[in-house]
């Protein structure tokens, strides 16, 4: 039973060329986050969203975008990779964010 | 200092051993703590959340040590399946109406046949 569901799995794109990565979830949950890992890395927050309202991380570089234009969508809009974008990013989910989270299988991104 | 600490490991280990890992906070104020498990090039998946009286699902134990601000993952039996890297978060700071997750860097176990 998927739960949290991340399209596509593998993305390639071409330096400085629009990409957008979506993230879905069956929990219901209100909190949505993005994150960026790297490899021997921690996950690293780019955003979240409580409910409709957009949390931005004071170091996500302006590149990065996202919407929510439900409970059980959230997407991450790349504007123009470079190729230190390379990474794998993982869309998690909680509860009023104070509980568990729950990651989706990630979108492995490469920049070429 | 990091707000959350990890041994980066590798802790290489027989099987069947019982092996600990154990991660420092910095922030008093934490209220919630979890250990993940990721195996490589994949997500991090919930392992257990640590309660304040410790507690136990299967071969693996949780510990909180508030007064010294610490958590612990003890696994018992050890198996070549649990081979991952274990991955410490406590929640922060609360902003927005949601606590930040501050993720460790992560320990490295390798069991070995």
């Known amino acids: 039973d998927a739960m949290v569901i991340q399209n596509p799995r593998y993305q390639v794109t071409q330096f400085g060329k629009p990409v957008t990565l979506s993230c879905s979830q069956t929990l219901n949950h209100n909190v949505m986050y993005w994150y960026q890992q790297k490899s021997s890395q921690a996950p690293k927050l780019l955003f979240h969203y409580y409910d409709k309202d957009f949390n931005n991380e004071a170091d996500t570089p302006d590149n990065f975008q996202s919407r929510r234009p439900n409970t059980s969508f959230c997407f991450l809009d790349i504007r123009s990779p470079g190729l230190g974008d390379a990474a794998m990013y993982l869309c998690?989910?909680?509860?009023?964010?104070?509980?568990?989270?729950?990651f989706g299988p990630g979108t492995r991104l490469t920049v070429t | 200092r990091k707000e959350v600490e990890q041994d980066p490991g590798p802790f290489n280990v027989p099987e069947g051993a019982t092996v600990a890992f154990n991660c420092t906070y910095s922030?008093?104020?934490?209220?919630?703590f979890f250990w993940y498990r990721q195996d490589c090039r994949k997500e991090p998946k919930l392992l257990m959340s640590?309660?304040?009286s410790g507690n136990e699902d299967g071969r693996f134990t949780a510990q909180l040590n508030r007064a010294s601000q610490y958590i612990s993952l003890l696994i018992r039996d050890s198996k070549l399946s649990d081979s991952a890297t274990y991955l410490c978060v406590v929640t922060g700071g609360r902003t927005s109406g949601t606590y930040k997750y501050i993720f460790g860097t992560g320990t490295r176990l390798k069991v070995l046949a």
């Open positions: 640590v309660y304040s």
């Open positions: 998690a989910t909680s509860r009023d964010g104070r509980y568990e989270q729950y």
């Open positions: 922030n008093s104020a934490s209220q919630s």
